[in-house]
């Protein structure tokens, strides 16, 4: 069974910084997992933040935290981190770490399996 388990997300002032984490269990290693994380403001819809390969040879951003976060993984850890920085108010949003198998998309349509998600909250 899967599970992706999210931590790391808290109140912080903007300009501030936060590292989430993802733990994930029950995953394949042959099945070569994109990891990604998304979040979702109240009232908005689900958005991408960031994406990594398995090898960790590749990562994708949104243009809005492209130089401010920075996504890695230590699969030997079975741990996917997003390290946030420059944190804004409009970066409050609950996080949600999910994998996928069928290589690196943008759309949350693509990712097999998702945590319940943290709490980010960016005050002024």
């Known amino acids: 069974q899967v599970q992706l388990v999210e931590s790391g997300g808290e109140l912080v002032q903007a300009g501030g910084s936060l590292r989430l984490s993802c733990a994930a269990s029950?995953?394949?290693?042959?099945?070569?997992?994109?990891m990604g994380w998304f979040r979702q403001a109240p009232g908005k819809e689900r958005e991408f933040v960031s994406a990594?390969?398995?090898?960790?040879?590749?990562?994708y951003y949104a243009d809005s935290v492209k130089g401010r976060f920075t996504i890695s993984r230590d699969n030997a850890k079975n741990t996917v981190y997003l390290q946030m920085s420059s944190l804004k108010t409009e970066d409050t949003a609950v996080y949600y770490c999910a994998a996928g198998t069928s290589g690196y998309t943008s759309n949350p349509l693509g990712f097999q399996y998702w945590g319940q998600g943290t709490q980010v909250t960016v005050s002024s």
């Open positions: 990594i390969t398995w090898s960790g040879s590749s990562t």
């Open positions: 029950g995953l394949s290693f042959s099945r070569r997992y994109v």
